[in-house]
């Protein structure tokens, strides 16, 4: 059903749209654990520093597939957002979020191959790292499935922050992008006082 349904786009002006930017920033604190919140960025700073991204359905509107819809009509309904920082060499995807009564019908991959496809360079991503002993380990290894099939591949390495592990996932990979993720962490460390650890994995 959810590969049948029109997904539109519309990215959030912060001048005008303080409404829908509580509505992400409500399905935010819904979707993800505090920690996560805080670091690498917090929610509240995509205002001025990044790009936000909300996600409708409406089978008036064109899908994603042809355009980046920005005639969001009150009629249409919500389903999710990203939250993008725009880097030199890549885009990386700090959070995205589905309602939940749209999971699991299509959306996710449809998005994020739009994401692929908009901003025609590669897209950065983290998740959990799925070891043995992790209390929800179906469900990262079912992210990880997941990440695999819309067009993301491991890059060999991961980073910890807040006492957690995280794979990371990007399209396309090559040293450049390398360094490019690392000297964003370290922006984001300067600005937090906090601390992460990047690992080449063994």
């Not at 654990?33 to 409406?58: C, G, R, V």
């Not at 991961?158 to 399209?171: K, L, M, P, R, V």
Request: glycine letters at 6%; proline letters at 2%.
């Amino acid at each position: 059903k959810g590969e049948t349904m029109k997904i539109s786009c519309k990215k959030v002006d912060f001048s005008c749209d303080s409404e829908l930017f509580e509505l992400c920033e409500s399905l935010a604190n819904a979707a993800f654990p505090p920690h996560e919140m805080l670091f690498p960025t917090t929610f509240s700073e995509y205002k001025s520093e990044h790009e936000l991204l909300a996600f409708y359905q409406s089978d008036l509107r064109d899908d994603i597939t042809g355009c980046c819809a920005s005639d969001v009509d009150i009629g249409d309904e919500f389903i999710g957002f990203c939250a993008l920082v725009l880097r030199s060499s890549f885009v990386y995807l700090a959070f995205f979020a589905l309602c939940e009564d749209k999971r699991n019908k299509g959306y996710g991959a449809r998005i994020l191959k739009y994401l692929q496809k908009k901003y025609q360079k590669p897209v950065v991503l983290e998740a959990e790292k799925p070891y043995i002993g992790a209390n929800d380990l179906d469900l990262r290894v079912r992210r990880a499935g997941f990440y695999t099939r819309t067009g993301f591949v491991r890059i060999g390495y991961s980073i910890a922050y807040f006492d957690e592990i995280y794979d990371i996932y990007c399209t396309e990979f090559d040293d450049g992008i390398l360094a490019d993720y690392k000297a964003m962490y370290e922006d984001f460390a300067r600005q937090k006082s906090a601390n992460f650890e990047l690992k080449k994995d063994n």
